[in-house]
């Protein structure tokens, strides 16, 4: 079975442009979580869709948005980047009936 | 506010000893918490997990323990080998379906040949 695919794996944008990166779960896995990873800091939660909605949210500003299609596939949106925003992106994807998620490899951001 | 600390940035321990990785926590709502090991520029993989209804739980060489009245969980590795060589994460969820992880920041583990 797949696992997790993320792409791109790098990006390199400028402040100020938005960027969109995509995430295929596990076939069969419909719950899809978006964290950042950035140095000291930790992985932290953006979102999680579910069956298409919008299930859970971080303390992230509206510059990040994501939205979930019906085969599971997602996509997370950040507007007017800011160097800040420069980090690794992890999607991961669980069943939902198991607390166990599986982690892609990573969008690796950086913003010039 | 870090709800989940891993207040060792990094530990080195010799092969084929013990490795014991710490995690503390402060939301009593936790009730599930796992545990993840992460290779540089590679996502994190799941290793092992514990409910808050267990203390312990074991898988091959890793052990994972719970202290809830500490609030307090490790992972224990034996014997460590080389390979084990990565960052590891603990990581909690307040309740079944709701897959927001909360993560620690993270502990890097070197194995010493």
């Known amino acids: 079975k797949a696992g997790v695919t993320q792409t791109p794996r790098y990006l390199i944008k400028t402040r100020g442009q938005q960027v969109t990166l995509s995430c295929s779960p596990i076939?069969?896995?419909?719950?899809v979580s978006w964290y950042q990873q950035t140095p000291g800091q930790g992985l932290q939660f953006l979102f999680e869709y579910f069956s298409e909605t919008q299930r859970n949210k971080g303390n992230f500003p509206g510059r990040f948005s994501g939205r979930q299609f019906s085969n599971s596939r997602s996509e997370m949106n950040v507007s007017t980047l800011e160097l800040g925003d420069s980090a690794l992106y992890l999607c991961?994807?669980?069943?939902?009936?198991?607390?166990?998620?599986?982690f892609g490899q990573g969008t690796r951001l950086t913003v010039v | 506010d870090q709800q989940v600390k891993q207040n060792s940035p990094s530990l080195s321990v010799q092969e084929g000893r013990i490795s014991i990785l710490n995690c503390d926590y402060t939301?009593?709502?936790?009730?599930?918490f796992l545990w993840y090991k992460k290779y540089p520029a590679e996502g994190p993989t799941f290793l092992i997990s514990i409910s808050s209804i267990k203390d312990k739980n074991e898988d091959g060489r890793f052990t994972v323990f719970l202290n809830k009245s500490a609030k307090h969980l490790s992972l224990h590795i034996v014997p460590s080998q080389p390979g084990d060589s990565a960052v590891y994460f603990c990581a909690a969820l307040t309740n079944f379906g709701n897959e927001k992880l909360t993560f620690g920041t993270g502990t890097r583990l070197t194995i010493i040949p």
């Open positions: 076939s069969g896995h419909r719950s």
């Open positions: 939301n009593s709502m936790f009730d599930y």
């Open positions: 991961a994807s669980s069943s939902g009936t198991s607390q166990e998620a599986f």
